[in-house]
């Protein structure tokens, strides 16, 4: 047999779909040089032919005729007397070419071989799967979820390339089950032990920002440019975009007609609430922006030391606040401002609305003065503490913490 038959083994490696032809040949050629040099100590004199489409692969080894006594190297010469078995009409400095029988590789060299094929395609296809997501970094990619697990979720793509969405990466109210289609942006690619490991995540706000340039033509055209995001995933997020365009509304072009554009965002986002603004060089102006829906009067900026002071009327705090701090959070972040929130004392002192304390005394307290005709910080100071315990189901203690924080309103 003057060929090695690689058909059977070709068949083997065809579910590696990320090498071509012309990679199959380097890699087969690779390994047999690599064999060849272990066996005679150089691949110099030898040439191989690989042949696909057969399933076939020849080698030839190439030597230099020279008289008998003058044979040094046996892998790149051959005795006069040998060469003329081959073709009587050889001569002295001529070269000869013949084929490398299998029986020239021993058993053990052939399982090496084998061994040797496997890891080489292998090792090709996990650098060329790193790579092929090296690239895909910060791109929004779709895939199927295979396995879900406490800490993570398996996810494959189109070519069954695996992909991990840890826990700390999905928004909290996700909720995923084996064949449901996961989208996420690759958020880094990792070698762990020679396997890449693709992580994905759907609370990065590179996320949101392809969402906008998914869904936003004028995003996607650099039309609007998104200046900054930050995000609570889940809950809110924010997000300044500016257009040098004048006829261009960023902030519209965002939303969509009838918030048409910012819907699909929203759902795959699980309902997270989303502000778009504009973009300011104005440091006031932006803080007031962000600090949306809440209505400001008046800003103090400390540059110095990026503080800055809100004051508003009673009725826009808790609007600015947001619930559970979101807003106001968000609004710090995005604005890299330390915000502070004062109830504005030129506007209403006169009194204030029960209601507008609910993000430091609990509603089902409010609750209870407003059943007594308590509905105004002042209409509740104006009774003693222990009128107050008498007419109401409160405790002493919590009547005194609530006179403390209306006291201070005033103060």
Not at 132 to 148: A, D, H, L, P, T
């Amino acid at each position: 047999m003057d060929t090695i038959n690689l058909a059977e083994s070709f068949s083997e490696f065809k579910e590696f779909k990320n090498i071509d032809r012309e990679m199959m040949m380097r890699i087969l050629e690779d390994v047999f040089r690599a064999m060849l040099i272990k066996k005679h100590g150089s691949d110099a004199n030898f040439d191989i032919i690989v042949n696909i489409d057969k399933g076939d692969l020849e080698i030839y080894h190439n030597r230099e005729i020279v008289e008998d006594e003058d044979v040094t190297d046996p892998t790149s010469q051959i005795a006069y007397s040998d060469a003329i078995k081959i073709e009587p009409d050889f001569e002295v400095g001529e070269e000869v070419t013949e084929p490398v029988n299998i029986s020239a590789f021993g058993r053990r060299e052939i399982l090496t071989i084998r061994q040797n094929l496997v890891s080489k395609i292998l090792e090709y296809e996990k650098d060329n799967v790193y790579k092929k997501y090296e690239e895909k970094v910060g791109e929004i990619v779709s895939g199927e979820v295979y396995q879900v697990w406490r800490k993570e979720i398996l996810v494959l793509d189109d070519e069954g390339i695996e992909l991990i969405l840890p826990k700390s990466e999905q928004i909290p109210t996700d909720f995923y089950k084996k064949a449901d289609t996961i989208r996420a942006v690759v958020l880094k690619v990792d070698m762990r032990n020679g396997t890449p490991v693709i992580i994905l995540s759907r609370t990065s706000e590179l996320f949101l920002q392809r969402m906008f340039e998914a869904e936003v033509p004028e995003v996607y055209d650099g039309l609007i440019t998104i200046k900054r995001i930050v995000r609570e995933p889940g809950q809110r997020a924010k997000i300044a975009v500016e257009s040098y365009d004048d006829r261009i509304d960023p902030v519209g072009a965002c939303v969509g007609m009838k918030g048409s554009r910012i819907h699909g965002i929203v759902r795959e986002l699980k309902n997270e609430n989303i502000d778009v603004i504009n973009y300011t060089n104005n440091h006031s102006l932006f803080i007031s922006r962000a600090l949306s829906p809440a209505k400001i009067s008046s800003i103090t900026l400390d540059d110095v030391n990026m503080r800055a002071e809100v004051y508003m009327k009673p009725d826009q705090v808790s609007l600015a606040i947001g619930k559970g701090g979101f807003n106001i959070k968000l609004a710090g972040r995005l604005t890299g401002y330390e915000i502070d929130v004062y109830r504005d004392t030129d506007t209403d002192m006169e009194d204030v609305d029960l209601m507008e304390f609910n993000d430091e005394i609990e509603q089902w307290i409010l609750d209870e003065l407003k059943k007594i005709g308590c509905d105004t910080a002042k209409s509740v100071l104006n009774m003693t503490v222990e009128e107050l315990v008498r007419r109401s189901e409160l405790e002493i203690e919590t009547v005194q913490e609530v006179v403390r924080i209306l006291k201070a309103e005033f103060e």
